[in-house]
């Protein structure tokens, strides 16, 4: 039976979705489903999805179920299923390192990680957990910032011979020496920093996109998001997000013919409003000149579920990563990264980042 053994670090909304998402679209036989670009990738769908670890410093987490960790507080995820079949699978205590901002601490217990008191794993533990639960993939969904942690849990990857989804925005995929290093263990990488279905990046270089393609010269523009779960409340400790705003911003630079000055582009995290919870509001504005000066501005205010708008995606990064992995390819996936990802090796527009994604699988195109 095809099967691919997914690994996850971090089980806070994002791999709640996930998990929910692979349970729910497991269920269906249907060719075309809502949320999924195709429920057939390179010869795999959702139900051959299986969750073999699960890694997590939070106490309410930490020894449960995954099928129960994902619903455990302060996850707040929207509800994909009321409930799904145990897994199997304890969630293990990793290594702190720089996984949790010390500012979280001074909110409520259900707002912010509770560490656990539990003895903190080896690399060596981190490494045989995943050789010996027969791990093909490991996706991290750590918080923004986990510079110390990502790297720790790449190396991890690398000496256990998994390939990883880094679903964060710090820089892998996107390192030469990160990548060069996945590459010689024959390993694939897709990465950095996940981009969501339909949210606020894509959706922001489309507006960039309509303006060039128009020829309306774009002046200044910027987008700002407040969301209410656990990421937007990180994100307040603003010595966290340099890697963030580098990813968001080159995201949307990269549509422009002629790079923007940095002071006519803002892209960033604006506020954690605790009551929104999962969901996710973005608010752009792009400012332009058309036929003869005469000014052009858009407004736009975008309302998300924030976890499962990504989820899809990365169900299919799995499946692509499972891919490369049987074909023995290893390295950065320059095509899945430029289409599931903010911060590739490379940059495409997205069409071009989805054809070059249909030839890969294909097989017409090596990664």
Known sequence: MKQINVALVGIGNCA???VQGVQHYSRTEEQTVPGLLHRDLAGYTPADIRFVAAIDIDARKV????????YSPPNCSFEIE??????GVPVVMGQVLDGVSDHTQNYAEDERIVLSREQ???ESDIVDLLRTSGADILVNYLPVGSEAATGFYARCALQAGVGMVNCIPVFIASSQEWEQRFRQAGLPIIGDDIKSQVGATILHRALVDLFRLRGVNIDRTYQLNVGG???FLNMLNKNRLASKKVSKSEAVQAR???????NKLHVGPSDYVPWLHDNKVAFMRVEGKGFGGAPIDIELRLNVEDSPNSAGVVIDAIRCCKAALDRQIGGALDAASAFFCKHPPQQYGDEEARDRLESFLAGDLKN
């Open 256 to 262: 422009f013919t002629n790079r923007l000055p940095k």
């Open 16 to 18: 709640s979705a996930l």
């Open 120 to 122: 903190e794993a080896a």
């Open 63 to 70: 020894g449960q179920d995954l099928s129960k960790a994902i």
């Open 229 to 231: 779960n656990t990421d």
């Open 82 to 87: 009321k409930e799904v079949p145990p897994a």
